[in-house]
């Protein structure tokens, strides 16, 4: 990478640069080589950074005018709605914002699985991932239940009563998660306060999940090591920035019908009627993005197993890189994996929308194959499919396919030998 | 282009499908044709005054408002009484204000700024004047029901009699637009209850409709400035992205590979 001897143009820059080698920094991620033929799925790291950036800005507003108060909380969020400046913007923006952050991290967590981008040597970004990932779960809970609606009171309840299932302490836990005997105003500012802090967490993980994938460069639709940089590279800036901006804006007026065209029908209507410990609701459900682990938690008959299932179906996704024993990378290349990706895919939409139905009946039968088959894919599938799949021929370079624009392999090879 | 159209369909199934898992229970509500949907959707103003009348007239006297002020009805966007207007429809009110110099609490006429009286002191009190069910705060009302609008017009015309084997409570009515068919207030509206001030004819399908639309104003007080925003926002945006579409083609034009 040529930005180890980056030298500043100007002495004032020489000079910071040898005291704070920032400049050497935004030289970097300009020149940062970049796999030229990244599709569009790449785009949503850039997307999910938008995401988080857009979260923190209207979060940070809403706060300044939110009471984070079990008498108060309701009230204050209808003042936003209806007094405060663009209040009603900023906070649809933001409670649609956290959906929208949802589709591009699944999008992206979907990305990584059909091209392998999990694999050696980018486990380490994987893994910060996923638990970047798990704090937005975090978050995203504890911010539905700060407008203190009916949804947001059980949804609370339930969720912090999985603790206990945990033997002996279980209870004891439950107690001290909600300062009290019940979700009450102790809950509500806790919960305020992390769900305050948890994106500046987030926003440090993402700081590292970028410098790990700056480390060995950017996985590609090809899935195979390229040299760097060559001309199978290109630079950070203008071209990836571009491509980035153009799915970016893309991306934004999906956001933007969400925000001013139906703002709420992502939420539950329940949310509108103010918390009251006295009615509980007919239905309790979770928002969209955590439908299919509530499916996989209420497949299973006992409470603990229930609780246990559903940590284990996000955990194992941090074991991926060592479940997934194939040395090919792209699914492009693996004929079977590929079926089963989608098959994967299939399995955890039906589990979204059986979380969304009543467990019984054939709902409660459907989640439980799907629940089974979710793990049977990342237990048993993976696994061995990397011992018995015959991959197809790999190419030596993102050109070469390029380049050949034929299946005739031998002639692309020629091809790019000569251009060598 | 081809994959851009992919990534188009599959944005849209995301949200068809979420929307598809909320929509869980169907029930074919009385349609019509409200003036504030989609993209340049705008309140009736007329309709939302007439809506006004029925609620204060009508519903005011079991249901609060918590969360309006009378200062709202001739905001930009609302029911746009004129100033004049909204002041004496304040002052008609009777707020409980205090404690004054001497240390008592006192009446007086009701300003723009307080917010709209409640019928009943507190949850208790609605509670102990109707059998024990609270009649909902109608501040949000539209929001805080699975069916929205289209719920609550059919709700207001749903009341029929029970029907063979249904037996109900005393202070119990039927009405099929209700969950659980069972609902503890009186059918609200009756032909002519009302009498409009600008001679539309008050029946109960009307009044339906203009209460329902000024609860849609209520819950939604911001619905006109966020449609026209959205518009424009989403014009610009789709301008935009087509000029950065061909900033990008012609940046990528240097290299040999497809974008």
């Given at each position: ?61 809403l706060a300044m005018h939110y009471i984070a108060h079990a008498d108060m909380a309701f009230e204050s969020v209808e003042h936003i709605m209806r007094d405060v400046?663009?209040g009603?913007?900023?906070r ?53 239940v700060l407008p203190w609606g009916?949804?947001s009171f ?30 009450d105003n102790p809950t509500l500012t806790?919960f305020f ?81 103010e918390a009251n ?144 | ?65 918590k969360y ?47 917010k ?21 705060d109608?501040s949000v ?119």
């Amino acid at each position: 990478m040529s930005d180890h001897d980056y030298k500043p143009k100007s002495k004032v820059g020489q000079w910071f640069n040898d005291r704070l080698p920032l400049l050497t920094l935004a030289n970097h991620l300009t020149d940062y080589p970049t796999p030229k033929n990244l599709n569009y799925w790449w785009t949503f790291g850039g997307i999910l950074t938008f995401c988080l950036i857009t979260q923190i800005i209207t979060g940070l507003t809403l706060a300044m005018h939110y009471i984070a108060h079990a008498d108060m909380a309701f009230e204050s969020v209808e003042h936003i709605m209806r007094d405060v400046n663009y209040g009603w913007l900023i906070r649809y923006i933001h409670a649609n914002g956290a959906s929208m952050f949802f589709l591009a991290v699944y999008i992206h967590i979907f990305r990584s699985l059909f091209y392998g981008s999990y694999k050696s040597p980018r486990e380490i970004i994987w893994i910060l991932g996923i638990v970047i990932y798990l704090l937005m779960m975090a978050a995203a809970f504890m911010g539905y239940v700060l407008p203190w609606g009916q949804m947001s009171f059980w949804g609370a309840t339930v969720i912090t009563n999985l603790f206990s299932a945990i033997p002996l302490v279980g209870e004891g836990i439950v107690t001290w998660l909600w300062g009290g005997y019940s979700v009450d105003n102790p809950t509500l500012t806790r919960f305020f306060t992390l769900h305050y802090l948890i994106p500046f967490l987030i926003l440090g993980l993402v700081v590292l999940h970028i410098w790990a994938l700056h480390v060995p460069g950017n996985n590609n639709p090809v899935g195979i090591d390229i040299k760097k940089p060559s001309k199978d590279t290109v630079p950070f800036h203008p071209y990836i920035v571009i491509k980035d901006g153009f799915a970016l804006l893309m991306f934004m007026i999906v956001f933007a019908f969400f925000v001013f065209y139906t703002p709420n029908i992502l939420g539950h209507a329940d949310n509108y009627i103010e918390a009251n410990p006295m009615v509980t609701p007919a239905h309790i459900v979770p928002e969209w993005y955590l439908l299919p682990f509530y499916a996989i938690l209420r497949s299973v008959p006992d409470k603990l197993l229930g609780v246990v299932a559903m940590l284990s179906a996000i955990l194992i996704l941090a074991a991926l890189p060592w479940l997934d024993t194939s040395k090919i990378r792209s699914a492009v290349f693996r004929p079977l994996y590929k079926q089963f990706y989608w098959i994967l895919v299939a399995d955890v939409l039906i589990l979204g929308y059986v979380g969304a139905m009543p467990a019984e009946g054939l709902y409660l039968l459907i989640a439980r194959v799907a629940t089974a088959y979710y793990f049977l894919h990342f237990l048993v599938i993976l696994p061995v499919l990397g011992f018995k799949e015959r991959t197809l021929p790999v190419p030596l370079s993102i050109t070469e396919p390029i380049l050949g624009g034929s299946p005739n392999l031998a002639a692309a090879r020629h091809r790019e030998s000569k251009i060598k | 282009m081809k994959k851009l159209f992919k990534l188009i369909l599959i944005l849209s199934f995301f949200s068809l499908y979420s929307a598809q898992t909320f929509a869980a229970e169907k029930v074919d509500y009385l349609k019509t044709d409200w003036s504030f949907k989609g993209l340049f959707g705008k309140f009736d103003r007329a309709s939302l005054q007439r809506g006004y009348q029925v609620y204060t007239e009508v519903c005011a006297s079991c249901h609060s408002m918590k969360y309006l002020s009378y200062r709202n009805l001739s905001e930009e966007g609302g029911p746009e009484f004129s100033e004049a207007a909204a002041k004496a429809i304040a002052a008609s009110f009777d707020v409980k204000d205090g404690p004054n110099a001497d240390g008592e609490m006192f009446t007086r006429p009701g300003k723009l700024s307080d917010k709209f009286v409640m019928p009943y002191d507190n949850v208790k009190a609605a509670q102990a004047a109707n059998g024990g069910a609270y009649p909902p705060d109608m501040s949000v009302l539209v929001k805080a029901r699975g069916g929205g609008v289209d719920y609550i017009y059919s709700l207001l015309q749903g009341y029929e009699d029970p029907p063979s084997g249904v037996t109900l409570d005393d202070g119990v009515y039927y009405n099929k637009y209700m969950y659980g068919n069972k609902i503890r207030m009186a059918a609200p509206l009756s032909d002519g209850i009302v009498e409009y001030g600008d001679g539309t004819n008050a029946s109960v399908e009307q009044m339906s409709k203009d209460v329902t639309t000024f609860l849609m104003w209520a819950a939604e007080p911001h619905l006109e400035a966020r449609h026209q925003m959205g518009f424009k926002a989403i014009v610009y945006l789709i301008i935009l992205t087509i000029l950065v579409y061909f900033s990008m083609k012609k940046i990528w034009s240097r290299v040999e590979s497809e974008v």
